[in-house]
């Protein structure tokens, strides 16, 4: 009698996480498809090819309104960022100053979305402060979310060379408030990056991000000096 009712628990327990795993995996394959046009627009814009303007921001609006605070899955949330962006990028405000702030909020917003999902992320954290800093550059805020990007990954070249793209735009305040992290990037970049991709993006340098690289640039040492004097095939 025993194991009869110790068999039946058994199977009662076995039930009860199969249709916890049927009704997650149901859920799932709904925001998949709730969502596949979306990816399919985003990996095309990833691919490098031609979106129409009227097609990037109706499907840049459809990721704020289907994903944005519904969805914490990282290929979709990512998507979403990808139309996000874009409509950002594609805004010019002298022309349409409404337009460049309604994007820039909604990025701004959507990002915060994604971090809520995936604080631990270094490319959201400096996607979020490059889009706060052109709606308004707080230094201190600004420096504090490129912190947090570099400490997510301060020794992945891809993401410290965009990082310096985005280092190169900022204004001396912040900067000077980034301290150690930008000190951190440039020393790992100049000592450990991929020579010719690094001579790439040192081709220009801002007046304001000049002097910090030099200095980084003298204590990097002789050793660095000679390595990006070698010329880089084509």
């Known amino acids: 009698m025993f194991g009869i009712r110790h068999v039946s628990r058994t199977r009662i327990v076995f039930f009860i996480v199969a249709v916890a795993f049927t009704a997650l995996a149901s859920r799932e394959l709904y925001a998949s498809i709730r969502t596949a046009s979306i990816s399919i627009v985003a990996e095309r814009i990833e691919r490098g090819e031609t979106i129409a303007s009227d097609v990037a921001a109706r499907y840049a609006a459809r990721a704020i309104e289907r994903i944005d605070g519904h969805y914490c899955r990282s290929d979709i949330v990512a998507a979403g960022l990808t139309l996000v962006l874009t409509q950002l990028d594609r805004q010019n405000v002298n022309i349409d100053y409404d337009a460049w702030v309604a994007a820039a909020a909604s990025a701004s917003h959507y990002l915060q979305h994604a971090l809520s999902c995936m604080p631990t992320n270094s490319n959201f954290w400096l996607r979020l402060a ?18 947090r990007s570099v400490a997510l990954a301060p020794y992945d070249e891809s993401m410290i060379l965009t990082r310096f793209y985005f280092w190169n735009g900022f204004t001396d305040t912040t900067l000077l408030a980034a301290g150690h992290a930008l000190d951190s990037d440039l020393m790992t970049m100049l000592k450990l990056g991929d020579r010719c991709r690094v001579k790439a993006v040192m081709k220009q340098i801002s007046p304001q991000l ?8 003298e204590k990097a040492g002789d050793g660095a000096t000679a390595r990006f004097r070698q010329r880089c095939s084509k």
């Not at 490059?130 to 912190?147: D, H, N, T, Y």
């Not at 000049?210 to 640039?217: A, E, G, K, S, V």
């Open 130 to 147: 490059a889009v706060e800093s052109k709606i308004a550059e707080e230094p201190l805020s600004s420096a504090g979310m490129m912190k």
């Open 210 to 217: 000049r002097p910090i690289f030099d200095r980084n640039w």
